[in-house]
T-cell receptor
Framework: EDQVTQSPEALRLQEGESSSLNCSYTVSGLRGLFWYRQDPGKGPEFLFTLYSAGEEKEKERLKATLTKKESFLHITAPKPEDSATYLC?????????????FGRGTSLIVHP | DTGVSQDPRHKITKRGQNVTFRCDPISEHNRLYWYRQTLGQGPEFLTYFQNEAQLEKSRLLSDRFSAERPKGSFSTLEIQRTEQGDSAMYLCASWTSGYNEQFFGPGTRLTVL
């Protein structure tokens, strides 16, 4: 069974204080690993898809990296508007299934 | 706006009533997913369609839940005889086979009294 564990559950940062969020996963063959941002009361917003170990993608202050067991979402010099819950999900190759499994998310608060 | 839309955004109902939600995906996306999300949890898969065919349903999905996607366009999710445990955010997402990216709608917040 596919498993996704995100840590920490919650993270408080000062504006400009860089940090990383972790997503550990267990999957029988990775088709893709996804990062989303979710604001309260809204649907998740797509950020990145990563496919293979060593891959990196960047968007503004965010950079996602992938190894065979985990992914990191690095936030460089965060601003208060980066406050949100960040969700990680994995999609397995097994059986041609296209069903992603989500973690519980990391709630990020950036203080001005 | 060419994103995923959902209607209604909020629904309050009494236990035992039936409710129906609608999702309009991004027009060129052939896969459509329904999820349920409760506070502090990630989205939980319910079912998905490729065009008009319903390909998979969660083993946890009660028989009270049914979904349709006529003609491979919009989709509806119906919950019969609602229970208080059905209270959650119901999310719809569409996915194109060309790019492995999934886009979510704003969700429908269901409250069962």
């Amino acid at each position: 069974e596919d498993q996704v564990t995100q840590s920490p559950e919650a993270l408080r940062l000062q504006e400009g204080e860089s940090s990383s969020l972790n997503c550990s996963y267990t999957v029988s063959g990775l088709r893709g690993l996804f990062w989303y941002r979710q604001d309260p009361g809204k649907g998740p917003e797509f950020l990145f898809t990563l496919y293979s170990a060593g891959e990196e993608k960047e968007k503004e202050r965010l950079k996602a990296t992938l190894t065979k067991k985990e992914s990191f979402l690095h936030i460089t010099a965060p601003k208060p508007e980066d406050s949100a819950t960040y969700l990680c999900a994995v999609q397995a190759n097994e059986g041609g299934s296209y069903i992603p499994t989500f973690g519980r998310g990391t709630s990020l608060i950036v203080h001005p | 706006d060419t994103g995923v839309s959902q209607d209604p955004r909020h629904k309050i109902t009494k236990r035992g009533q039936n409710v129906t939600f609608r999702c309009d995906p991004i027009s060129e996306h052939n896969r459509l997913y329904w999820y349920r999300q409760t506070l502090g949890q990630g989205p939980e898969f319910l079912t998905y369609f490729q065009n008009e065919a319903q390909l998979e349903k969660s083993r946890l999905l009660s028989d009270r839940f049914s979904a349709e996607r006529p003609k491979g366009s919009f989709s509806t999710l119906e919950i019969q005889r609602t229970e208080q445990g059905d209270s959650a955010m119901y999310l719809c997402a569409s996915w194109t086979s060309g790019y492995n990216e999934q886009f979510f709608g704003p969700g429908t917040r269901l409250t069962v009294l």
